[in-house]
């Protein structure tokens, strides 16, 4: 079983800096740390009903990885 993500101040300090960038309004920890819980109640979600939709990102994922490196 994979381990269970947990928020860190790491992820929150860059999802502060994508709001600060895109949405300053609205750039504060609290707000990194909705957005952050949010995707991850999503992202749980998903693999429960449409999995092969998740499997589908990551693969998308994956090759747009490639394209960069």
């Given at each position: 079983?994979?381990?269970k993500y947990e928020i860190n101040e790491k992820d929150i300090d860059?999802?502060?800096?994508i709001l600060k960038?895109?949405?300053p309004e609205h750039a504060t920890p609290e707000m990194a740390i909705q957005i952050l819980e949010y995707l991850q109640a999503n992202i749980h979600l998903l693999a429960h009903t449409d999995f092969e939709k998740l499997v589908d990102m990551y693969k998308k994922l994956q090759n747009e990885?490639?394209?960069i490196n």
């Open positions: 079983m994979a381990e860059i999802v502060l800096g960038r895109t949405d990885k490639k394209s």
